[in-house]
């Protein structure tokens, strides 16, 4: 076990901060203690590692375990978005000024791992959250190694183990053949997206539109521009607390206009806050490819 201390010089939530790296719960690469300890595995240039991470009055004090211990801990600074500046977005806009004042520790995230936000992204297209998650667990519990330090966990495989998952571990995971595809494709130039994970090279890939290149450039670059145009959701949350009403993709990214270069925060604080349209029809049902 390798640890560092490190006093951020700005409020700092951590639970927030992490939050978008969080695929459901029983996230095998993510779980949270009693104690509010965060631990998170990463399959990192230097090979697998768990970092733990737990705030001490002003000081956050991080562990890592594994090959990639070091590279862990040299990142947590921008994990908890150090790189972010969130002191240049000012908007005169009432409700985002008092969500800036309720919300002081909000600082956007990177992992500098853009594959490993790749998978997640691209399981969670067009499907709900609990169908994503499930195919998430099932792939890292039957392809992922055990985590360093806390064996109980599993660290997402490194790109040439996705490319080798066969077609009938895919069926059984729920994610169908599209997704799949998507997915070994993108592992079969992993390197070239670590190397310029520019929107358009994310974009060129077969299965990779707008969504899911924002979700990636969110986690793993820490953007705070990235938009998830063609969210389900969003639209309806980003219409409700400017208008009261609903919009759809082109009305948000109207309404969010004159926040360009902070769209992504804008979206992050709304979420945060609840804000949104009420829901009276019935919930979607959650769908099991395994069964088809």
């Given at each position: 076990m390798l640890e560092r201390e490190w006093r951020p010089p700005w409020p700092i939530?951590?639970?927030?901060?992490?939050?978008?790296h969080r695929r459901g719960h029983g996230d095998p690469a993510f779980q949270i203690?009693?104690?509010?300890?965060?631990?998170?595995?990463?399959?990192?240039?230097?090979?697998?590692?768990?970092?733990?991470?737990?705030?001490?009055?002003?000081?956050?004090?991080?562990?890592?375990?594994?090959?990639?211990?070091?590279?862990?801990?040299?990142?947590?600074?921008?994990?908890?978005?150090?790189?972010?500046?969130?002191?240049?977005?000012?908007?005169?806009?009432?409700?985002?000024?008092?969500?800036?004042?309720?919300?002081?520790?909000?600082?956007?995230?990177?992992?500098?791992?853009?594959f490993e936000a790749l998978v997640p992204a691209v399981l969670e297209q067009k499907?709900?959250?609990?169908?994503?998650?499930?195919?998430?667990?099932?792939?890292?519990?039957?392809?992922?190694?055990?985590?360093?330090?806390?064996?109980?966990?599993?660290?997402?495989?490194?790109?040439?183990?996705?490319?080798?998952?066969?077609?009938?571990?895919?069926?059984?995971?729920?994610?169908?053949?599209?997704?799949?595809?998507?997915?070994?494709?993108?592992?079969?130039?992993?390197?070239?997206?670590?190397?310029?994970?520019?929107?358009?090279?994310?974009?060129?890939?077969?299965?990779?539109?707008?969504?899911?290149?924002?979700?990636?450039?969110?986690?793993?670059?820490?953007?705070?521009?990235?938009?998830?145009?063609?969210?389900?959701?969003?639209?309806?949350?980003?219409?409700?607390?400017?208008?009261?009403?609903?919009?759809?993709?082109?009305?948000?990214?109207?309404?969010?206009?004159?926040?360009?270069?902070?769209?992504?925060?804008?979206?992050?604080?709304?979420?945060?806050?609840?804000?949104?349209?009420?829901?009276?029809?019935?919930?979607?049902?959650?769908?099991?490819?395994?069964?088809?």
């Amino acid at each position: 076990m390798l640890e560092r201390e490190w006093r951020p010089p700005w409020p700092i939530d951590v639970r927030r901060a992490l939050a978008p790296h969080r695929r459901g719960h029983g996230d095998p690469a993510f779980q949270i203690g009693r104690d509010g300890t965060i631990r998170r595995t990463s399959f990192t240039p230097d090979g697998p590692g768990t970092l733990s991470l737990r705030e001490s009055g002003p000081a956050i004090h991080a562990a890592a375990w594994g090959p990639g211990a070091t590279w862990l801990l040299d990142g947590v600074p921008d994990l908890l978005g150090a790189r972010d500046v969130p002191e240049e977005f000012m908007p005169d806009h009432p409700l985002l000024r008092d969500l800036i004042v309720r919300s002081p520790g909000l600082r956007i995230s990177r992992t500098g791992r853009v594959f490993e936000a790749l998978v997640p992204a691209v399981l969670e297209q067009k499907v709900l959250g609990l169908e994503a998650f499930r195919a998430w667990r099932y792939l890292l519990r039957r392809f992922g190694e055990p985590a360093p330090g806390a064996p109980d966990m599993r660290v997402p495989p490194p790109p040439e183990v996705w490319a080798r998952i066969p077609s009938w571990e895919w069926h059984r995971s729920g994610a169908e053949a599209v997704r799949a595809r998507t997915i070994i494709g993108a592992a079969r130039v992993a390197g070239r997206l670590e190397a310029d994970p520019a929107e358009r090279k994310l974009r060129s890939l077969p299965g990779i539109g707008v969504w899911t290149a924002a979700e990636i450039r969110q986690r793993a670059l820490g953007d705070p521009d990235a938009v998830s145009v063609g969210d389900y959701h969003l639209p309806g949350i980003v219409g409700w607390a400017f208008t009261g009403r609903k919009v759809d993709d082109d009305g948000m990214l109207e309404l969010l206009e004159p926040y360009a270069g902070h769209r992504y925060r804008v979206t992050r604080l709304l979420e945060s806050s609840g804000a949104g349209p009420p829901r009276r029809g019935p919930r979607l049902a959650v769908r099991d490819y395994r069964r088809f």
